[in-house]
Antibody, heavy 118, light 107 residues
Framework: EVQLLESGGDLVQPGGSLRLSCAAS????????MTWVRQAPGKGLEWVTAITGSTTTTYYADSVKGRFTISRDSSKNTLYLQMNSLRAEDTAVYYC???????????WGPGTLVTVSS | DIQMTQSPSSLSASVGDRVTITCRAS??????LNWYQQKPGKAPKLLMYVASSLQSGVPSRFSGSGSGTDFTLTISSLQPEDFATYYC?????????FGQGTKLEIK
């Protein structure tokens, strides 16, 4: 059974950094493209970043480009999201999702909450 | 970026009703359109992909159609567990944008 579990969400001050993790089980993470999607409190879904399976090409939303970095550790079967220079508008639940095809997500984690506030 | 616009933003309906949600893309996206269902406090769930293909395990009362810029999600006979928020999403090009959501509530 495919499972994804995010962790690392926390309260952080503006300008601070945080690293989110997404532990995968039931499949080999490095063979699939993976994505982070976020949802601000009471708002809709926002695509954040993705990493391809084989080529490790990365893509970012303009709102996070230059501040966030997606990566993975194949030995730990874990996806990461390094978030720097955090802003209040980055406050959201962050979901990791497994791609069944480009831009299509068939498995999601339960999410982890990031709050950026002083 | 491709903008996705859903209508209506909210909808009240009764168990057994037939419901249709519309999604429009700001440019042609072929059939690169997905639908997700999200319940409060839960992660989204994939319902439909490439506009009209039903994800495994999703009840057949859900159906999707459309191509180009205009798409629809139809629920043929609403069940109590269908009351949720629905999002369309284009998978044509990055950033893979979502619609603003349609909240389906019990009348």
């Amino acid at each position: 059974e495919v499972q994804l579990l995010e962790s690392g969400g926390d309260l952080v001050q503006p300008g601070g950094s945080l690293r989110l993790s997404c532990a995968a089980s039931g499949f080999t993470l490095s063979t699939y493209a993976m994505t982070w999607v976020r949802q601000a409190p009471g708002k809709g879904l926002e695509w954040v970043t993705a990493i391809t399976g084989s080529t490790t090409t990365t893509y970012y939303a303009d709102s996070v480009k230059g501040r966030f970095t997606i990566s993975r550790d194949s030995s730990k079967n874990t996806l990461y999201l390094q978030m720097n220079s955090l802003r209040a508008e980055d406050t959201a639940v962050y979901y990791c999702a497994k791609n069944v095809a480009a831009g299509t997500y068939d498995s999601w984690g339960p999410g982890t909450l990031v709050t950026v506030s002083s | 970026d491709i903008q996705m616009t859903q209508s209506p933003s909210s909808l009240s309906a009764s168990v057994g009703d037939r419901v249709t949600i519309t999604c429009r893309a700001s440019q042609r996206i072929s059939n690169s359109l997905n639908w997700y269902q999200q319940k409060p406090g839960k992660a989204p769930k994939l319902l439909m992909y490439v506009a009209s293909s039903l994800q495994s395990g999703v009840p057949s009362r859900f159906s999707g159609s459309g191509s180009g810029t205009d798409f629809t999600l139809t629920i043929s006979s609403l069940q109590p567990e269908d009351f949720a928020t629905y999002y369309c999403q284009q998978s044509y090009s990055t950033p893979y944008t979502f619609g603003q959501g349609t909240k389906l509530e019990i009348k």
